[in-house]
């Protein structure tokens, strides 16, 4: 298991609700291991690389409404 770590600059977030709102999004995903996101837009992820990977990861927070900037 190789686990990655990146912090991400995301749009759509501009208060608490959205937060939840992206953690009801990454919730489930396999290979997830950590999700922290501020009301800066900045998302924390850790994730297991042979499970899951950084664009599916991006796809997914996408489908939810929040882009990467």
Known sequence: MATQTETIQV???????????????LEGTEGLEYANANLMGQVTLSWD??????????DRLSRGGFREL
């Open 11 to 25: 749009s759509g977030i501009r208060c608490e609700r959205c937060v939840m709102r992206l953690a009801g999004t």
């Open 49 to 58: 690389d042979e499970k899951t990977s950084r664009d599916a990861l991006l």
